[in-house]
């Protein structure tokens, strides 16, 4: 079975100091890798997803991830964080067949809480 | 904007009422999911549509929980009799399977069961 592991669940931050999130996945093939924001009393926005290729993706609002398939991590980044990032983040993994076509069905971490200090 | 609608956003009820949650699903996505979130156990997959068919419903307690998909615009989660331990966010989300896996999430339904 799939699961993803978010180490930490609250990390702050000074405003414009760099990121990282940390996520720890268990899949037993490749797996479809994603990174979603929540911001109080709102739905799961898409960050970035990784699929296949290269191992660093980029995303929305200066995220990007790199996929480490020997550390079984996806870990997200940020160079400089904006108080507006301020929000609970969540990584998922999703199952694929052996054709690699994605069933969808996502497996989320317990998510980060991210605060950000002025 | 094509997103994913749910109603009601905030619903308060009495033990033992009945709750019924709805969503509606981006156009032309295939795959329908029901998640609730709490405090304690995060994210759990409830329960999955594609195709209006119902693929895995084994996160649901099937004594009281039941999840439908009368037509393709409308997937909806029925609650009944709710309890305390109900009180939640439920979000749908839905996809289109085969292409890029990932999940569109709605705003959310706050479930709070008195």
């Known amino acids: 079975a799939q699961s993803v592991t978010q180490p930490d669940i609250h990390i702050t931050v000074s405003e414009g100091a760099s990121l990282e999130l940390r996520c720890n996945y268990s899949?037993?093939?490749?797996?479809?890798l994603f990174w979603y924001v929540q911001s109080p009393g709102q739905g799961l926005q898409l960050l970035l997803k990784y699929f296949s290729g290269d191992t660093l993706v980029q995303g929305i609002k200066g995220f990007e991830a790199e996929f480490k398939r020997s550390q079984s991590s996806f870990n997200l980044r940020k160079p400089s964080v904006h108080w507006s990032d301020a929000a609970e983040y969540f990584c998922?993994?999703?199952?694929?067949?052996?054709?690699?076509?994605?069933?969808?069905?996502?497996?989320f971490g317990q998510g980060t809480i991210l605060t950000v200090h002025p | 904007d094509a997103r994913v609608t749910q109603t009601p956003r905030d619903k308060v009820t009495e033990m033992g009422q009945e709750v019924t949650m709805r969503c509606q699903p981006i156009l032309g996505h295939n795959t329908v999911f029901w998640y609730r979130q709490t405090m304690m156990q995060g994210l759990e997959l409830l329960a999955y549509f594609r195709n209006r068919a119902p693929l895995d419903d084994s996160g649901m307690p099937k004594d009281r929980f039941s999840a439908e998909m009368p037509d393709a615009t409308l997937a909806t989660l029925k609650i009944q009799p709710s309890e305390p331990r109900d009180s939640a966010v439920y979000f749908c989300?839905?996809?289109?399977?085969?292409?890029?896996?990932?999940?569109?999430f709605g705003e959310g339904s706050r479930l709070t069961v008195l």
């Open positions: 998922a993994v999703g199952a694929a067949n052996a054709g690699g076509t994605s069933y969808g069905k996502l497996t």
């Open positions: 899949y037993g093939a490749t797996p479809y």
């Open positions: 989300a839905s996809g289109l399977f085969g292409f890029t896996g990932e999940l569109f």
